[in-house]
């Protein structure tokens, strides 16, 4: 490990390796870290991906799936069952990942394209000189470094304490993240060609329950709700979980336990500062509906990537610079998907159990193979007219805060 770098990268999830390939392949000097031993584990994901946007970002290799998902299954509180094509199943259905491989096959290209990768190498501080974030310090087996780096792109996660370092809030209210408990589950007969999601106050509060297929009689079941409907007097997310498997899976083997938060805040103030990025879920860059966010890591990240190379070429690496070649790129393009879906999130965790099941009798007959997006949107407006006020008062709620923001 050197003491100087064009790009130090913290963090080797899809978001800071897809950074780091990026910046490398422009023939930036990088260098990439992970806390951890291994890269991809533990998982903290339910895996799941598009398969029309992941192939925007790598070659699909067939060792890292698992499953090739055609639909989704929505199941409604009373268990009316709506079933969705791929196509507008949402950026989490179509493949079925296998993160531990997936992981460390993208750490790998990075390196393949030239970057340093460094296992059980954690950042411990940054390095600020002038106002500007100059490299970190980092401790591996041990032993402290300081490393500078002309640009340091955080990729540290929901925990993130890179943007703190830099004087970025990254706090998170209890509505904005999403607590969640995931089983890895053996020995079960389930369908392989389609993932199932099930929403209720009683079984999943302000949240969704579920499974993905895992191939040879494996499953991810898993469970996230709303960091305000759980806390020391409520049940925990693994109560909820344990009870629907109990009721599902009452033989199911459990052989892998994850839990975690995913933040689903929408956009942050700032993403950016003088000589710093930060991308995937250390920008709270997540679908805010869904929690899922792995292809948005990977889009922050090839963004982040070129705007290193932008930047450092121009000899200006200062936050009006990152502004210019980032902060305004990945919000005019996932950003806005964000915050729309912020917008629909907010609406949809005040419906009550008679709400959904209403919405789900009205969509129970529809033909989705046959449907867009829009057309999906549009019948659960004519359905609910109630549900079209709600959105159309949190659009207008959404655009004062713009214009705010602007003046």
């Not at 830099?166 to 389930?190: F, M, R, W």
């Not at 993905?212 to 409907?229: D, H, T, Y």
């Not at 344990?242 to 199911?252: C, G, I, R």
């Amino acid at each position: 490990m050197k003491d100087m770098y064009d790009v130090l990268v913290i963090g080797a999830g899809p978001a800071g390796s897809i950074a780091a390939r990026t910046a490398a392949e422009k023939g930036l000097d990088v260098l990439l870290i992970e806390k951890r031993q291994e890269i991809g584990d533990p998982v903290r994901c339910a895996e799941g991906v598009n398969k029309e946007y992941l192939k925007k970002h790598v070659e699909i290799d067939k060792k890292w799936i698992c499953a090739d998902l055609k639909a989704s299954h929505i199941y409604a509180p009373d268990g009316t069952r709506i079933e969705m094509a791929e196509e507008i199943s949402g950026g989490e259905v179509g493949y079925v990942l296998e993160r531990k491989v997936f992981d460390r096959a993208l750490a790998e290209q990075a390196a393949r394209a030239g970057a340093e990768v460094r296992v059980k190498t954690r950042a411990i501080d940054l390095i600020l000189e002038d106002g500007f974030v100059r490299g970190a310090k980092l401790m591996h087996l041990g032993k402290t470094y300081d490393v500078r780096a002309k640009i340091v792109i955080g990729a540290d996660g929901i925990e993130s304490k890179v943007g703190r370092w830099a004087g970025i809030d990254t706090s998170l209210k209890p509505i904005d993240i999403e607590t969640c408990t995931q089983y890895l589950i053996a020995g079960v007969d389930i369908a392989q060609d389609h993932c199932e999601f099930y929403v209720g106050n009683e079984i999943a509060p302000g949240g969704y329950i579920w499974i993905f297929p895992k191939g040879e009689g494996k499953a991810n079941v898993g469970i996230g709700i709303l960091g305000s409907r759980t806390g020391k007097f409520k049940p925990r997310p693994v109560d909820y979980l344990n009870s629907f498997m109990e009721k599902k899976f009452p033989d199911a083997r459990i052989i892998e336990m994850v839990y975690g938060g995913v933040p689903v805040s929408g956009s942050i103030e700032k993403t950016s500062a003088n000589g710093l990025m930060l991308i995937g879920d250390a920008a709270r860059q997540s679908d805010p509906i869904t929690g899922g966010g792995i292809l948005n890591a990977m889009e922050a990240g090839k963004l982040a990537g070129e705007a290193a190379y932008a930047a450092i070429s121009s000899g200006d690496v200062s936050l009006q610079k990152l502004e210019e070649v980032y902060e305004k790129r990945w919000r005019a393009t996932i950003g806005h998907d964000i915050d729309m879906s912020l917008i629909v999130k907010n609406c949809f965790i005040n419906l009550s159990d008679d709400d959904l099941n209403s919405l789900a009798h009205s969509l129970k007959d529809v033909k989705f193979d046959r449907m867009s997006l829009l057309d999906l949107l549009q019948a659960l407006f004519k359905a609910n007219k109630k549900l079209l006020w709600d959105l159309r008062v949190l659009f207008k709620d959404a655009a004062k805060e713009v214009a705010k923001s602007k003046t």
